[in-house]
C-alpha cells in the first residue's frame, strides 16, 4: 500500500465518482478503478458500492475514510514541520553556559534578537563549568557553549572568540588597600600588595586557563598567592568576597554583584594574560540551520553592540 492509494481512495470518496476523481487527479478513469481494485483486493474487503450514478462508500470503506484522512494529514503535518527544520525555522538548540559567560550583557541580548528572529526554534539551557560545557559539546549533548578561556582543545570543535576583556580585582567593602583610594571611581591595585591576601579562586578543573594565568601573574609580581579556598561557579567567589573571606578576579563584565560589600578594582600589572575571553564552541560538522542562524545573530548582536560603543565614545 502506497500514499498515492490513499490519495487516490480519499477523492474518490470526497466525489463520489470514478470519472470525476479521475478528472481532479488529471489522469484516466480506467487506471484510477484499478488502482482501488488493487486497494480493495489488497484491503481484503470493498471500499465503494459501484453503481450507475456513482460509488458510494461500505460501511468498511466509510471506516478506512476517516483513518485514510488521518494517515495523510499526518504525512502533511511531518512533512511541513521537517521544511520548518530544514530551514531553521523550528527545531531546538541546546546551549551551554558557564556562570561568569552568562553573567556578560552579551548574552541576554543574544538569546532575545535570536528568539525574536526565529520564535518557532526552542532553546534549552543548561549551566556547568568550561570543562563540562565542553565535554558535552564534544559528545552531542549541547550544540553551542559559552564560556570564557578554553580549558582544553578536543579535535572536531570550532572556538570562536568574541571578545576580550579586563579581569577586575574584587576586594571587601573597607579592606585596607582601599584607604588610599578614598573617592576613586575604579582604584587601581598592584598585584604586589596581594601578596599577603588569601585568595578564593575558580577550581582548576573548572577554568584552569584563567586560573593558572593569575597564579602565573602572581609569580611575575614576586609571590606565590595564598589560596583561601577554590570555588565551583564564579559568582560564588564574589559572595565569599563580600563575607571577608579573601580577595578574587572577575572579568570586568561581572562588576555590580554585592556592589554594596564588595569593590572592584583595576589590577595595575597584570599584563595581557590576565584577559578574560568570552568564548564560543560549537561542532565544526554541525550543520543545523538553527544553529547557524544562531553563529549569524551572534555575530550581528556583536556588530551592533560594536556600532553602539562607537556611538557613545563619539
Given amino acids: 500500500m502506497e500514499l498515492r492509494h490513499l490519495r487516490y481512495f480519499v477523492v474518490v470518496a470526497e466525489e463520489g465518482h470514478f470519472t470525476r476523481a479521475a478528472e481532479r487527479l488529471g489522469m484516466q478513469q480506467p487506471p484510477l ?3 482501488i481494485r488493487a486497494l480493495e483486493d489488497e484491503l481484503g474487503f470493498e471500499l465503494f458500492r459501484r ?6 462508500l461500505t460501511v468498511g470503506g466509510s471506516v478506512f475514510l476517516q483513518e485514510a484522512k488521518a494517515i495523510l494529514d499526518s504525512v502533511n503535518r511531518a512533512a511541513a514541520r521537517a521544511a520548518r527544520v530544514a530551514l531553521g525555522s523550528e527545531g531546538i538548540i541546546s546551549i551551554g553556559l558557564t556562570s561568569s559567560a552568562a553573567a556578560h550583557p552579551l548574552i541576554p541580548r543574544i538569546v532575545r534578537a535570536y528568539r525574536a528572529a526565529w520564535p518557532g526554534v526552542r532553546l534549552e539551557f543548561r549551566e556547568g563549568n568550561a570543562a563540562e560545557m565542553t565535554e558535552a559539546v564534544t559528545a552531542g549533548k549541547l550544540n553551542v557553549a559559552l564560556l570564557r578561556r578554553p580549558v582544553s582543545h578536543p579535535p572536531g570543535l570550532a572556538f570562536h572568540r568574541l571578545l576580550e576583556e579586563e579581569m577586575l580585582l574584587v576586594l571587601p567593602a573597607g579592606h585596607h588597600l582601599l584607604r588610599e583610594h578614598t ?15 588569601q585568595f578564593i579562586l575558580v577550581r582548576k578543573h573548572g577554568a584552569p586557563g584563567m586560573y593558572s594565568n593569575l597564579i602565573e601573574a602572581c609569580i611575575r609580581a614576586g609571590f606565590t598567592p595564598k589560596i583561601a579556598v577554590e570555588v565551583e561557579r564564579m559568582l560564588t567567589n564574589i559572595s565569599l568576597v563580600a563575607a571577608g573571606a579573601g580577595v578574587t578576579t572577575v572579568p570586568a563584565s561581572m562588576k555590580g554583584f554585592h556592589a554594596d560589600s564588595v569593590v572592584y578594582c583595576r589590577i595595575r600589572d597584570g599584563g595581557p594574560e590576565l584577559g578574560a575571553p568570552l568564548t564560543l564552541i560549537c561542532l565544526e560538522s ?3 540551520p538553527a544553529v547557524r542562524h544562531f553563529l549569524a545573530e551572534i555575530q550581528h548582536t556583536l556588530a551592533a553592540s560594536a556600532t553602539s560603543d562607537d556611538r557613545q565614545a563619539v
Fill in 286 to 288: 554541525d550543520a543545523a
Fill in 183 to 197: 573617592g576613586a571611581t575604579m582604584p587601581s591595585i598592584s598585584l604586589q600588595s596581594l601578596r599577603d591576601e
Fill in 51 to 56: 453503481h450507475p450514478k456513482g460509488a458510494a
Fill in 33 to 35: 478503478s484499478q488502482q
